[in-house]
Structure formats: structure tokens, C-alpha cells
């Protein structure tokens, strides 16, 4: 039992494993992106066999990322990495607390001519002042004496051992941080009109709402275009409530969220609806009246000619631009009648679709007739509300990541030996290096090193 | 003359340096690498003046932003990159060879930039949604890694001409001379791999940070992110093979292959997929 486990573990803690699941991950989400998701997947298997249907869900292939598989591969995939850093961390540490050992006489047989140098001054002088040299330059110095001579050691660097650590811990505070904003956080959706307030947000893919705990409310929506017609701003002046207190007051756009309790609120989408339509009311040719009739009301004409009701508005009906359907009362008949904004050039591009229905004639009602001149839209927005508390642990995975990354690529453990002999009156003097990675930058830091000794 | 006319000399001065690198090698005189050197300078310095020119002529035309946000300004970016990191790699290393496998990347993205009748070299403004410093600080992130991807797929493709032509003892013979000794290539492969990892991590960080801001999640697997996760993936399993187990030469050879193949489709191909937005 005991072998069994062990052999488990070791299986786990191999790179060999993290390769090849690593691998794995990548041909998966390459899968993923090749086939359609969430609802366009709906779309892909239209017309496609039962058993491509029904094996297309039982692998839930149409939400790969968010699938049971997927899932578990990330979580070997944890596990692996968090089995493997265990077993090798112990003597990572050790390499970054050893302390040097000296006797390393054979550093210094490569040591070529050029980091050779007889100096006249004194063993003792020379120490003491390479020495002070050293310890301006590097972190960890010692003087030792060995059986050649003396040796002064300087290092820096070490920490770099742990990078990979730091990496892969920065891997595993990222994934936590991932799940506490599954598990803890929420992702919603708000329309608000303009003048509106909510107080729960609609959670996406229908599951349900989520109460915000206080007011939302949108005093103004503003869409701004450059003359290219490519939007230029979208903004939302919200105001937040409790009871009476009034949060926050402030401009969403996007990019600029705003945060509240912990709710993030983003501005996503936007849309209008007709509020009212204001009409020119002719008889024969001359202009009897100037109406407004509200999207869900009637205005009535002057001199008892009769009213008019809003039945339908469209912002943009068939590609014909703004319009309203009517009921018109007038001297006692009534009619249902659409009235188009671009009357003209409808008749000019499209004349023959007046002509299709009754309501679509614009003669219906002679001696009356009817222009729209503008429609009242009312603007809703449409925001984005989230909670996420994982985020600032992903944040800081991130960032020890990075810090992982720096030590161990551009912060290498780096050796440096001075050897001291005493030679004929003066002292000789020979150094030697050791790295754990790029020899080219350790032999350039020997060279700087030899010309500050020199000098 | 506006910045996209002198973005085209630019395109054929690279081109032109590919040749003179070419034929240093084919001829065997330095005399053309270092026209080969100087022509690629006065490319650059025109590529930088125009990049800069552009610039400034975003703010003559009111809209004032840096050009690194649409496709055809990606790729100028790109080349730009390439040829910045491979002009130090010149400086440092005094070898030109590089520039014959170097130069055609740089060339081959401005050509694209400029000569495809499909992307859009017009100064446009900003949609809310890339109205970011966030935008700015990934593109250039990102950029810095992918063309240090690029100096490793180009190592790997000299480290296996010339392990092949030292298989056939080609290797001390005309143009296959001034390839580099296989230690040397594939350490430089494996310096690119890891600054482009660096870089590569560090845009799609700051990728998160501006989908964050931008569309409250930072992380969506829309088809763009999981394409830059699979090429980090790839280059962490290059990075995990060498140091941990060891392997060198070949094997690291194609795996940079592979990963630059991924990092052409994280920029090109995901445009093709179905999904819902490209940013670029
Ligand atoms: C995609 C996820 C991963 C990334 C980005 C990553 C990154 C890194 C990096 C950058 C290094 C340093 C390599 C070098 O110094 O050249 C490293 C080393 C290492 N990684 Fe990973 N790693 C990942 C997953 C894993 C997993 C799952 C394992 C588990 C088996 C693992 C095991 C190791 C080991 C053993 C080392 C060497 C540590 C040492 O002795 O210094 N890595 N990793």
C-alpha cells in the first residue's frame, strides 16, 4: 500500500506529467476555439446527426472551458504543480541558505591571464581592502582562509533558486483567486431608463437575479458619435442610494468603471425606446395643428376635429426610419394609419410600398393628413454588474509571478572568488566566477570586477 | 509625403537588406553586410521618423492618440520591434548573419501593412472601448514578445540548416559557413524564448487588466486569450524541457518552430475562428 502511494506520488510529482498535461490543456482549449460555444454552438448543431448531438454533449464540447473534463485537467493539472514544488522545494532552500564552501581550488584553474594580477601592497592590505571593495558590490561577502592563501567570496542572487517557486506558487494563487470569484462572486446585467433606478441585478444566462442592496439609478444617458459615424463616448450619470444616503454620485463610461459595496458596475450596451411622437396635422393644404402623442396615450386636435391614439412606434421600421402607427378619429371616422418621418424619400426610392396596405397609404385620410416631424426617444442603459472578490488574489498572483519570473531570469545566482597569496613581496591576486545560469554576463561582472582591483 | 507612403520605402529598404545580407552570404564578402548594416539603419531611423510622424499627425487631425491600435499599425509595430531587437543583437554579437533570417520577418509584416488592399491605413478614432492606457502598455508588451519570438524561430531555423548541413559536411562551405556554431544558436533560441515568455506574460496581464476595466472580466476565454494562453503554454513547455530535462539542440529547435507557428495564429488566424470580438 505504502509502494502504491509512493509511486503515486512520485508519478505526480513529475515533470514528465506536467508536460504532457500541460499538452493536453493546450489541445483541448485549441479545441475549444475551433468549435462554436455557448450559443453559437445551438446554431452549429442544427442539422447535425442525433449521435454527433448527442456525443457533442455528453462531452459538453458547446461550454468545453466550463466543463466537468476541462475542470478536472486544471485541477490535475493544480495538483501536479503543487505536489511537484513540495517535493523539490526542500532543496531549492537549501541551495539558497548554503552557506559557500570553501576549498573550491579547482573554480580557479579556468581563471585565464586576464583575471591574474600581482599587486605590490601587502597580503594583509590587500585583504582588507578587496574585501571593503566586495561588500559595496554584493550582498554576502566572507573572507575564509584556506590552504592556498585567502579567499574573499561575494554572491548575489541566491533568491533566484526560489524563482521557480515563486512562479508556480504565482500559477496557484491565480487558479484560487479564479475559483473564490466562481464560487463567491456573481456576473449580471442591468437595463436602466433614464430617470430609473434598480435595485437587483439580472444574473447572466437566466440564473435568476441577485439583489444589489441599494439603489442604481441613471439620471442620464449620453452616446456621442465622431463625424465617421464610429461611436465616441457612451456615459451613464448614475446616482447610488440607500434609504435616504445618497453613495455615490458619479459618470460611468467605459473603462472607467465604478465599484460600490464590492459591486462593479460597467458600461456595456445601450438602446432607446420611442416615448412619444410629435405630428404636423394638415387639412387639405394648410397646417391645422402641432401635436405630441405619448407612446401610450392619445392627443386630441382643436376645434373638435377629432384625436389621435398611438397604436405602434418603431425607431426604424423595415429600413424606412422612424415611424408610428395611429388611430385617428376624425370627424367621426376612425382610421389606422402608419406616418412615416421620410415620407419623401420613400415615395422617391420605394414608391410602390405605399401602396401595399391600406395603413401604409398616407392618403388614407383625406382631407387629413399627417407628418411625423420627430420621435421622443428615451434612452435606457445598459450595465454590466459584477462581484468578484477573487480578483485581487489573481492580482496578486500576477504580480509574484512577475517577481518569479524577474529573479529567475534576470536576477541569476552569480559567485564571485577572490584568491590571495602572498608572492614575492607584494600579493598575487586571481579570480573565478560561478552562475547557475548565463556565463556571458557573470565573465563581463569578472572583468568590471578586475579593473575596479586594478585601479 | 505621409507616414504611410514613407511606411512603404521602409518596407522596400528592409527587403532590399534581406538582399544585401543574402548575398554577403552567398558571395562570402563582408562589403555587402555592411551595406546590408546601413541600409537596415536607414530603415529604422525612416520606420521610427514615420511612426512618430504619424503620431503627430493624429493630433493634427483632432484625435491625438498613439498609433498602436489598429491592425495596419500593429504590424508596423511589429516589424519595428524586429528590427530594433535584431539591430541590438547585431551590436552585440558583430555577426550580420542573422539579418539574412531576421530581415524577412520585418519585411514580410510591412508588406502586409502596406500592400493588402484589406487593412485600413486611414488615422481613426477611438471607440470607447480602446480608449485605454491599458491598450497601450499590452500592444507594446505584447509586441516586444512576439518579436522576440521571432529571434527565436529564426535561430531555430539557422540551428537546424546547419545541423543538417554538418550531417552532410556541408557546414565549412559558402553560405552554410557563416551560420553560427550550434551552441550559439540555440542559446540565442532559448534567450528569445524566455524574454519573449516574459513579455508574453506581461501582455496578457496587462490584456486582463484592460478587459477588467473595460468589460468588468478579465478573463473570458474568448478565442484571442486562449490562443496567447496556448503559446504561453508552448513556450512554457520549451522552457520547462530545457532547463529541467535537459533537452537541447533539435527538439528546442522545433519547439520554437511550433510556438512562433502559434503566436502567427495568436495574432493572424484567430481572426478566422468563430467568436465574438478580435480586438485588432
Ligand atoms: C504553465 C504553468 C507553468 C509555468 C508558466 C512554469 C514556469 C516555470 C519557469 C519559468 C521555470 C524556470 C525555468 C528556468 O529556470 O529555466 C520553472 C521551473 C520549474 N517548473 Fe514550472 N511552470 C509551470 C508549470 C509547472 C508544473 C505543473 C510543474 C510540476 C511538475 C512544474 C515544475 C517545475 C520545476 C520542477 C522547475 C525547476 C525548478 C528548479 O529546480 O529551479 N512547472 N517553471
Redesign the interface.
Known amino acids: 500500500m505504502q509502494n502504491k502511494v509512493n509511486a503515486l506520488w512520485q508519478y505526480f510529482s513529475s515533470?514528465?506529467l506536467?508536460?504532457i498535461l500541460?499538452?493536453i490543456?493546450?489541445v483541448a482549449?485549441?479545441i475549444?476555439?475551433?468549435?462554436?460555444?455557448q450559443d453559437?454552438a445551438g446554431e452549429?448543431l442544427r442539422d447535425r446527426s442525433v449521435w454527433f448531438v448527442s456525443l457533442f454533449n455528453f462531452l459538453q464540447l458547446g461550454n468545453l472551458?466550463r466543463s466537468v473534463w476541462f475542470t478536472a485537467l486544471l485541477g490535475l493539472f493544480s495538483l501536479n504543480l503543487i505536489v511537484c514544488s513540495w517535493n523539490r522545494f526542500p532543496a531549492a532552500w537549501k541551495l539558497f541558505r548554503r552557506p559557500f564552501q570553501p576549498g573550491r581550488e579547482d573554480l580557479f584553474r579556468d581563471s585565464p591571464q586576464a583575471w591574474r594580477h600581482n599587486s605590490q601592497a601587502s597580503l594583509p592590505a590587500e585583504v582588507k581592502r578587496i574585501e571593503a571593495l566586495m561588500k559595496r558590490k554584493y550582498r554576502r561577502v566572507a573572507v575564509r582562509e584556506t590552504g592556498g592563501g585567502t579567499l574573499v567570496h561575494g554572491e548575489k542572487g541566491a533568491l533566484s533558486y526560489l524563482g521557480a517557486y515563486i512562479i508556480h506558487g504565482g500559477i496557484l494563487v491565480i487558479i484560487a483567486g479564479?475559483l473564490a470569484g466562481i464560487f463567491f462572486g456573481f456576473?449580471g446585467y442591468v437595463n436602466i431608463m433614464e430617470g430609473e433606478s434598480v435595485q437587483v441585478a439580472q444574473l447572466i444566462s437566466g440564473r435568476g437575479v441577485q439583489p444589489l442592496g441599494f439603489t442604481a439609478r441613471c439620471d442620464k444617458f449620453i452616446v456621442e458619435f465622431?463625424e465617421?459615424g464610429?461611436?465616441?463616448?457612451?456615459r451613464s450619470d448614475m446616482t447610488f442610494t440607500k434609504g435616504d444616503k445618497v453613495l455615490a454620485q458619479g459618470a460611468l463610461?467605459?473603462?472607467?468603471?465604478m465599484e460600490l459595496e464590492g459591486i462593479?458596475f460597467?458600461?456595456?450596451s445601450y438602446g432607446s425606446i420611442p416615448e412619444a411622437a410629435q405630428l404636423i396635422v394638415y387639412k387639405g393644404d394648410r397646417e391645422i395643428a402641432r401635436i405630441r402623442v405619448p407612446a401610450d396615450g392619445q392627443a386630441v386636435l382643436p376645434g373638435k376635429a377629432g384625436s389621435v391614439k398611438a397604436l405602434r412606434m418603431e425607431a426604424n421600421l423595415m429600413e424606412m426610419g422612424p415611424a408610428v402607427k395611429v388611430q385617428a378619429t376624425l370627424d367621426g371616422q376612425v382610421k389606422d394609419l402608419w406616418i412615416f418621418q421620410y415620407l419623401e424619400e420613400i415615395r422617391k426610392h420605394n414608391p410602390g410600398i405605399l401602396a401595399m396596405a391600406p395603413a401604409l397609404n398616407p392618403d388614407l385620410a383625406l382631407p387629413y393628413r399627417f407628418a411625423l416631424e420627430k420621435l421622443e426617444e428615451r434612452y435606457y442603459t445598459g450595465l454590466?454588474v459584477?462581484r468578484d472578490p477573487g480578483?485581487p488574489l489573481?492580482g496578486i498572483g500576477?504580480l509574484l509571478?512577475?517577481y518569479g519570473?524577474m529573479l529567475t531570469?534576470f536576477y541569476p545566482h552569480r559567485q564571485y572568488l577572490v584568491r590571495l597569496a602572498a608572492e614575492n613581496n607584494g600579493t598575487s591576486i586571481t579570480l573565478a566566477g560561478k552562475t547557475n545560469k548565463d556565463p556571458v554576463v557573470l565573465k563581463r561582472d569578472i572583468i568590471k570586477l578586475m579593473a575596479a582591483i586594478k585601479s | 509625403m505621409d507616414n504611410t507612403m514613407m511606411f512603404s520605402v521602409v518596407t522596400f529598404i528592409y527587403l532590399f537588406s534581406f538582399f544585401f545580407y543574402l548575398l554577403r552570404m552567398i558571395s562570402g564578402t563582408e562589403f555587402w553586410g555592411r551595406i546590408g548594416s546601413w541600409s537596415i539603419m536607414t530603415g529604422f531611423v525612416l520606420h521610427t521618423f514615420a511612426f512618430s510622424y504619424r503620431w503627430v499627425e493624429s493630433y493634427d487631425l483632432g484625435i491625438g492618440r498613439v498609433p498602436l491600435t489598429n491592425f495596419y499599425e500593429s504590424l508596423v509595430f511589429f516589424a519595428w520591434t524586429i528590427v530594433l531587437i535584431y539591430l541590438i543583437l547585431e551590436w552585440r554579437t558583430k555577426s550580420r548573419t542573422m539579418g539574412t533570417f531576421i530581415t524577412p520577418f520585418a519585411f514580410v509584416a510591412m508588406a502586409f501593412a502596406t500592400l493588402s488592399p484589406n487593412i485600413d491605413s486611414r488615422i481613426q478614432p477611438l471607440i470607447p472601448a480602446l480608449q485605454s492606457d491599458w491598450l497601450t502598455i499590452h500592444v507594446v508588451t505584447c509586441f516586444i514578445g512576439y518579436a522576440a519570438f521571432t529571434l527565436s524561430c529564426a535561430m531555430g531555423i539557422m540551428y537546424l540548416l546547419r545541423s543538417r548541413a554538418e550531417k552532410k559536411s556541408l557546414a565549412g562551405r559558402g553560405f552554410y559557413s557563416f551560420l553560427p556554431a550550434l551552441e550559439v544558436s540555440d542559446e540565442l533560441n532559448y534567450q528569445g524564448a524566455v524574454l519573449g515568455f516574459v513579455f508574453l506574460t506581461l501582455g496578457i496581464m496587462t490584456g486582463s487588466i484592460w478587459a477588467y476595466s473595460a468589460w468588468g472580466s478579465y478573463w473570458s476565454w474568448d478565442p484571442k486569450e486562449t490562443w496567447s494562453l496556448i503559446t504561453w503554454f508552448i513556450y512554457a513547455i520549451l522552457l520547462h524541457a530545457r532547463f529541467v530535462r535537459g533537452w537541447r539542440g533539435k527538439k528546442l529547435a522545433w519547439l520554437a518552430l511550433v510556438g512562433y507557428a502559434s503566436v502567427l495564429f495568436t495574432y493572424l488566424g484567430v481572426n478566422y475562428l468563430p467568436g465574438l470580438h478580435s480586438y485588432l
Open positions: 515533470i514528465k506536467a508536460i500541460i499538452a490543456i493546450t482549449s485549441i475549444g476555439t475551433l468549435l462554436p460555444q453559437a452549429f472551458f479564479a456576473k465622431y465617421t464610429q461611436p465616441k463616448l457612451f463610461r467605459v473603462n472607467h468603471p462593479r460597467y458600461q456595456s454590466q459584477n480578483a489573481v500576477a509571478m512577475l519570473l531570469f
